[in-house]
């Protein structure tokens, strides 16, 4: 039998991942080598993959791994077109628009055209344009919050938890465009070629959740 191949997203979110797969009795990785991006289970059921955050839901999409744990916001960034059955109790935080402490409003006016520092175009394009507002998105992939501080940008667009980092540079929370959280998802296909398999493991995470 072929084993099921689940994307997880590398760091904390696999890790909170793999805690609760194994408290419904998923079989765990064979090895713990963060090197190794392919790793059996130790039962040889599963294999995991492990991917970047935003990349967890286009494996998923490809069907490339027949399930993954993903944010949410990198679902809605990427527009992957998967089933999402369950909401996973980890995760939680939110995606906001955030500017300057010393001039939050103006680059939300309608006739200012800001610019806008995010990892999450496609979301952020979304939320300006169904404002009315014309804004200009610089792709960054990391260190958002530098934008405004070198006067690349006038806003970002960023996932937000305690908000400790939007102090630390100065930066306060605008406007929040959704909230997120890790979720459990499933290609289309696979959910149903293998569903004998990935029913039976579905119902078993959802009885290991509080």
């Not at 995991?48 to 286009?58: S, T």
């Not at 309608?110 to 990892?119: D, F, G, H, N, Q």
């Not at 344009?129 to 006038?154: C, K, Q, T, W």
Request: proline share 8%; with cysteine.
């Amino acid at each position: 039998m072929t084993s099921l191949t689940i994307a997880l997203p590398k760091g904390r979110m696999a890790d909170e991942a793999l805690i609760w797969l194994q408290r419904a009795g998923w079989s765990p990785p064979r090895s713990e080598d963060d090197r190794k991006l392919v790793i059996p289970s130790v039962d040889g059921s599963l294999n995991y993959l492990l991917v970047k955050p935003m990349d967890a839901p286009v494996f998923v999409e490809q069907g490339a791994a027949d399930i993954g744990i993903a944010g949410l916001d990198a679902v809605r960034e990427r527009n992957a077109d998967v089933y999402e059955p369950l909401l996973l109790p980890f995760g939680q935080c939110r995606l906001s628009v955030a500017a300057p402490a010393d001039r939050p409003d103006k680059p939300l006016r309608l006739e200012i055209s800001p610019r806008v520092a995010t990892k999450y175009p496609h979301l952020a394009e979304q939320y300006f344009r169904g404002r009315g507002i014309s804004a200009e998105f610089i792709y960054l992939n990391g260190s958002v919050e530098l934008g405004p501080l070198v006067d690349m940008a006038d806003l970002i667009v960023d996932i937000i938890q305690s908000g400790s980092t939007l102090r630390a540079n100065n930066l306060v929370e605008l406007r929040e465009i959704m909230p997120s959280q890790a979720a459990l998802i499933v290609n289309r296909a696979s959910y149903r070629l293998h569903a004998d398999r990935i029913q039976p493991l579905l119902r078993a995470l959802r009885a290991a959740l509080p």
